[in-house]
């Protein structure tokens, strides 16, 4: 390898480096973060939870949270829906549709809120 290449990969390797090197350690939680704060407002505007959206074309719209129970509806991508409530594991979330007023269950898989961070 010429002295000309070893220099050029040497100053690449110390630029990428340099950056990981000075970078301050990171906290497992914001600096202003209440440890006995649940609600969302603990960590501010950053870590906020946005609405829910449809992440896909069309999703069913169940009677129960469960792939085999009783078909309701369709909730269309283009549809504003409400949200009442979600399973613990987030896995189904109760919903209606307010074009349709269809209420039932729709898959967390493609139904799910937008969440924010932000990187200090």
């Given at each position: 390898m010429s002295?000309?290449?070893?220099?050029?990969?040497?100053?690449?390797?110390?630029?990428?480096?340099?950056?990981?090197?000075?970078?301050p350690a990171a906290?497992?939680?914001?600096?202003?973060?209440?440890?006995?704060a649940t609600s969302v407002k603990a960590y501010g505007e950053c870590d906020r939870v946005g609405p829910y959206?449809?992440?896909?074309?069309?999703?069913?719209?169940r009677s129960?949270?469960?792939?085999s129970s009783t078909k309701?509806?369709?909730?269309?991508?283009?549809?504003?829906?409400?949200?009442?409530?979600?399973t613990k594991s987030g896995s189904w979330v109760n919903i209606t549709d307010r074009k349709t007023g269809k209420r039932g269950w729709v898959s967390g898989a493609y139904v799910y809120p937008?969440?924010?961070?932000c990187l200090h």
């Open positions: 002295a000309r290449r070893i220099a050029v990969l040497a100053a690449t390797a110390a630029a990428v480096a340099l950056p990981v090197v000075s970078a906290n497992a939680a914001p600096a202003h973060a209440s440890s006995s959206k449809l992440h896909a074309k069309a999703v069913n719209i129960k949270a469960s792939a309701l509806g369709v909730l269309y991508k283009s549809h504003k829906f409400k949200v009442h409530s979600t937008t969440v924010y961070t």
